[in-house]
């Protein structure tokens, strides 16, 4: 495995790799830390009286909606100010296909078209009762959007504590077919998002882990061949 982000990098011969790296079958898998440098995530513990942590978890929604979507939208007026920083940009220009851990949706908004969200995103709302999606505006015009279809109550589009991961099995089906997978921004301490990276260990594939500065690292690393 290949690590960057740290003082051993200076080790690596990062052009060698740029090189190396074959970016027609390159998976990269991306946490928070990707996200540093367009200042998120932000560094607020208590949105509205909720405290983070109780935020994504379904007993806030369901007991508390009004303050629940209060704390919803001063989170999403903040976090879509943020833009896509040179990380995120440089995986879009180089067409590699990305899973993220990260609710904030810059990796679209930077132009990558597949893109699979394992948590969900900010974009839209959806209703637990007849499974329909709708977009996120929907929470300007009530304190508690309920479901054009059906009338329940509306939820969050990203996972809440208890949910699954989504679209997991796609997940491993990219990272099993992939030459290279490239880690960017994340420890990948909790199943199964972990086994992702095992699974790749596995296949034989190279395993690059940028564990900081991923602003400056991704776009090194996706450079031009030379």
């Not at 637990?128 to 929907?138: K, T």
């Not at 304190?143 to 491993?172: K, M, N, W, Y």
């Amino acid at each position: 495995m290949y690590e960057l982000g740290v003082r051993r990098s200076q080790e690596i011969d990062v052009d060698a790799l740029a090189n190396k790296l074959n970016r027609d079958n390159a998976i990269a898998l991306t946490g928070a830390g990707i996200s540093v440098a367009s200042g998120l995530p932000l560094g607020n513990e208590v949105v509205q009286g909720i405290p983070l942590n109780e935020f994504f978890m379904f007993h806030t929604w369901k007991e508390r909606p009004s303050q629940a979507f209060a704390a919803y939208r001063e989170i999403l007026l903040d976090w879509r100010r943020a833009t896509p920083n040179r990380a995120h940009q440089a995986l879009a220009d180089a067409r590699i296909r990305v899973i993220t851990q990260n609710i904030d949706g810059l990796h679209r908004d930077a132009g990558s078209q597949d893109v699979i969200e394992l948590h969900g995103n900010l974009r839209e709302l959806r209703c637990l009762r007849c499974d329909a999606v709708f977009a996120s505006q929907l929470v300007w015009k009530a304190a508690v959007p309920s479901c054009p279809t059906c009338g329940d109550q509306l939820f969050p589009g990203f996972i809440l504590e208890g949910d699954a991961v989504r679209h997991i099995a796609r997940a491993v089906e990219w990272v099993a077919a992939a030459d290279y997978l490239v880690v960017v921004g994340t420890q990948l301490a909790m199943d199964p998002v972990r086994q992702l990276r095992e699974i790749a260990r596995e296949r034989g594939a190279d395993v690059i882990w940028i564990s900081a500065m991923a602003e400056k690292w991704v776009p090194l690393l996706l450079q031009p061949a030379r």
